[in-house]
């Protein structure tokens, strides 16, 4: 299994910036993919962005340009850079990381863009 614990979430004003982390421990040794999911209230959970392990990555169309995914693999940690943001991004934001029989959640944390 494998535990994750977001930050980072918050109010933010259109055009400004904030960064997600994603700690993850426990069997940590069998994560492949992480990643970014966002659900908007009322619409469907949606992939935001993801990096492999060989730090691949692959972004939402609505994100590409303004936000950024990295990891530290020392520290087991996946990052989310927004910049840029628009009321449209407000939803919250969850952790996924995928590997052999792994595929956990975070618990998500609420972006809100508004003015």
């Known amino acids: 299994q494998v535990q994750l614990m977001e930050s980072g979430g918050g109010l933010v004003q259109p055009g400004g910036s904030l960064r997600l982390s994603c700690a993850a421990s426990?069997?940590?040794?069998?994560?492949?993919?992480m990643g970014w999911y966002r659900q908007a209230p009322g619409k469907q959970r949606e992939l935001v962005a993801t990096?492999?392990?060989?730090?691949?990555?692959n972004y939402a169309d609505s994100v590409k340009g303004r936000f950024t995914i990295s990891r530290d693999n020392s520290k087991n940690t996946v990052y989310l850079q927004m910049n840029s943001l628009m009321p449209e991004d407000t939803a919250v934001y969850y952790c996924?990381?995928?590997?052999?029989?792994?595929?956990?959640w975070g618990q998500g944390t609420q972006v809100t863009v508004s003015s």
């Open positions: 990096i492999t392990s060989s730090s691949y990555t």
């Open positions: 426990g069997s940590i040794f069998r994560i492949n993919i």
């Open positions: 996924n990381v995928k590997g052999p029989y792994i595929d956990s």
